[in-house]
C-alpha cells in the first residue's frame, strides 16, 4: 500500500484524479446536467447545516458500526453504482469491491460498469448488490438479474430516475466513449496520462462488460448514449416494481427517490429501502438537493408506519456530510464522487484513503457532538435553524390497491 497519510480530505483526491484522468473521464465523474445548478447545490446545501459542539462527554469506546437492510457495515456508507468506473482506473469496480470488502462495506455495481457481474464475483467473497437499469429488451434484463442471482449479489438496486438520460453538455463536448475514440483531441490527452495509459494495458475489459456480448447483436459498444437512448425503457412505473422484486426474490433498493409521494410509494411498494437521490445532478438540472429532501421523505415515511430503511445519496463528501444526514434521519448513505476520485488518483489505494478520511471525520465530529454510538445521533446535534428549512408540507396520498 502507498503512503497516502498527507492525502487528508476527499477534494485533494479529486485534485490529484483531476490530473491523472483523461479529461472525458474525469468530465463524466465531476459534471452534472445542464447548468449543473442540483449539482451544487447538493454539496452546498450539506454547508448551510451547522453542527453544535458539546463538551464534557465521555468519548470512549466510539462505534459507527450499524446495519443497511440487516446487513453489517463498519460505518452507515455504501459504495453507489457507478458507470465508466473501470474507466477511472484499469479493473476499477474490482479494485472498488476489493476495498469496500476489506473496509466492511457494501459494493453497489452499475449495470453500466467496465468490469462485468462475473468479474467482480471473481475478486472478492463479499455479497455485493447489482443496480439494473430496466431495459426494453426484457430477455436482456431477466439475464442481467439471473447473473447477479448466481454471482452471490445480496441485493437488487433498481435505479427509478433514468427512464431518459438528462443532457450534460461536457460528455457531449468530450465524444464521451469507452475506450476512447482515437481522435487527436483525445490522443493528445491521453499522451499526458502515463500511469492511466500504462495501466489500461492491463485491463480485463474496457467496455461495458455486462452488456457486450450479452445483449442481442451487440458486439461492440462505443457509444453510450445511443445505446441508452435505445434500450431504456421509458414506461417503466411503479407498477413494474412488484414484477421485478418477484423475478430477483431478494433485498430490493429503490434508488431516486425525492419527493415525499414517491416515497409513499415505494414505501408500499415492498421494496426494503429507498435512497433519496438526484442522480448526483446529473438528470433533473433545477431539481432540489437530496438533503433538502431527506426530512420529508422521513415524515412521509413515519406516517405510512412503514419499516422500509431510507438512504441518501448525492452531495456527500466528507464523514460530516454523512453524520448530517443520519441526524435528519437516514438509515445510511451511499457515495459515488468520493470513492471515484480515490480510485482515479491511486486506485484501489486511493479508495481506501477515501474511506478512511470519510470514517475518521464521521467518528471526530460525532464525538464532538457528545455521542459516542452513531445509532444513536438524531436532530439533537444540529443548530436549530440552520436545518428546519429543509422542511416543506407533506401532501397526503390516497390509499394504493395493488394488483
Given amino acids: 500500500m502507498k503512503d497516502l497519510s498527507k492525502i487528508t480530505e476527499i477534494e485533494d483526491l479529486r485534485k490529484i484524479a483531476e490530473r491523472k484522468v483523461p479529461r472525458m473521464f474525469y ?59 473501470g474507466m477511472m482506473w484499469a479493473n476499477g469496480e474490482m479494485h472498488a469491491a476489493k476495498a469496500a470488502k476489506d473496509f466492511g462495506i457494501p459494493f453497489s ?66 465524444g464521451l466513449s469507452a475506450p476512447p475514440k482515437p481522435t487527436l483531441a483525445n490522443i493528445l490527452n491521453l499522451m499526458t496520462k502515463p500511469e492511466w495509459c500504462f495501466n489500461m494495458l492491463g485491463a480485463k475489459r474496457r467496455t461495458f462488460g455486462n452488456i457486450v456480448g450479452h445483449a442481442k447483436g451487440v458486439g461492440d459498444l462505443s457509444s453510450l448514449s445511443s445505446w441508452t437512448a435505445e434500450q431504456f425503457d421509458p414506461s417503466l412505473s411503479w407498477d413494474d416494481v412488484a414484477r421485478i422484486k418477484d423475478m430477483w426474490g431478494g433485498k430490493l433498493i429503490i434508488k431516486g427517490i425525492m ?27 433545477g431539481a432540489p438537493s437530496s438533503i433538502a429532501c431527506l426530512s420529508d421523505v422521513v415524515q412521509a415515511v413515519q406516517a405510512e408506519k412503514s419499516d422500509i430503511e431510507i438512504w441518501l445519496d448525492s452531495g456527500i463528501r466528507s464523514g460530516q456530510d454523512v453524520l448530517k444526514a443520519v441526524a435528519l434521519g437516514a438509515k445510511g448513505t451511499m457515495i459515488g464522487r468520493s470513492f471515484l476520485y480515490g480510485l482515479g488518483a491511486y486506485g484501489e489505494d486511493g479508495v481506501r484513503r477515501a474511506l478512511e478520511i470519510l470514517y475518521k471525520e464521521c467518528d471526530v465530529t460525532m464525538a464532538f457532538c457528545g455521542h459516542t454510538n452513531i445509532n444513536n445521533v438524531t436532530d439533537d446535534i444540529l443548530v436549530k435553524g440552520t436545518y428546519e428549512y429543509l422542511k416543506t408540507s407533506i401532501p397526503q396520498l390516497e390509499p394504493i390497491r395493488w394488483g
Fill in 109 to 174: 455495481l452499475s449495470t453500466m460498469s467496465i468490469n462485468s457481474i462475473e468479474d467482480v464475483a471473481e475478486y472478492t467473497n463479499h455479497p455485493f448488490w447489482f443496480q439494473l437499469y430496466v431495459m426494453r429488451d426484457k430477455d436482456f434484463m431477466a439475464n442481467l438479474i439471473r447473473r447477479a442471482k448466481e454471482a452471490n449479489c445480496s441485493a437488487l438496486i433498481l435505479t427509478a430516475d433514468l427512464q431518459v438520460l438528462g443532457q450534460r453538455h461536457k460528455d457531449i463536448k468530450n
Fill in 27 to 85: 468530465d463524466y465523474v465531476d459534471s452534472g446536467s445542464w447548468t449543473q445548478t442540483t449539482y451544487r447545490n447538493n454539496e452546498t446545501d450539506f454547508d448551510r447545516i451547522k453542527l453544535r459542539q458539546r463538551v464534557l462527554v465521555d468519548m470512549d469506546n466510539r462505534s459507527l458500526s450499524t446495519t443497511m437492510i440487516g446487513e453489517d457495515v463498519s460505518m452507515p456508507i455504501a459504495i453507489a453504482p457507478t458507470g465508466f468506473t
Fill in 259 to 285: 419527493e415525499p409521494e414517491d416515497a409513499v410509494l415505494a414505501a408500499r411498494s415492498g421494496a426494503d429501502a429507498m435512497v433519496i437521490s438526484n442522480h448526483g445532478g446529473r438528470q433533473l438540472d
